[in-house]
């Protein structure tokens, strides 16, 4: 019974900001670490951030740094994504995951994953 459902996704122009949600059930959310992956194109997922159950640890991919600022709200079960600065190049589909083990930035360790949404940014 474990769902995650993104939303907050859009078409935007570069240098737009967006803000995404993942609201999880089914979960002991508060003791999950949480992440957040985009796929641009083809088979592969890219890692963009990940929060830990306290939100003492948080990691970003290089890519997204300084732009992007992952949080979360347990009390309503909810994860954010805020992506300022947005460059064509974050053109993906956004998906967020509950983690279970090993590395953050590997989508081997989650073991749930919600269905993503779009995220379009124009030149």
């Known amino acids: 019974q474990v769902q995650l459902v993104e939303s907050g996704g859009g078409l935007v122009q570069a240098g737009d900001s967006l803000r995404l949600a993942c609201a999880a059930s089914?979960?002991?959310?508060?003791?999950?670490?949480m992440g957040w992956f985009r796929q641009a194109s083809g088979p592969e997922r890219e890692f963009v951030a990940a929060i830990s159950k306290d939100s003492d640890t948080i990691y970003y991919a290089d890519s997204v740094k300084g732009r992007f600022t992952v949080s979360r709200d347990d009390a309503n079960n909810t994860v954010f994504l805020q992506m300022n600065s947005l460059k064509p190049e974050d053109t993906a589909v956004y998906s967020c995951?509950?983690?279970?083990?090993?590395?953050?930035?590997?989508?081997?360790?989650?073991?749930?994953w919600g269905r993503g949404t779009q995220v379009t940014v124009s030149s």
């Open positions: 089914g979960l002991t959310f508060g003791k999950t670490a």
């Open positions: 995951a509950a983690f279970k083990s090993s590395d953050y930035d590997r989508s081997r360790s989650y073991n749930y």
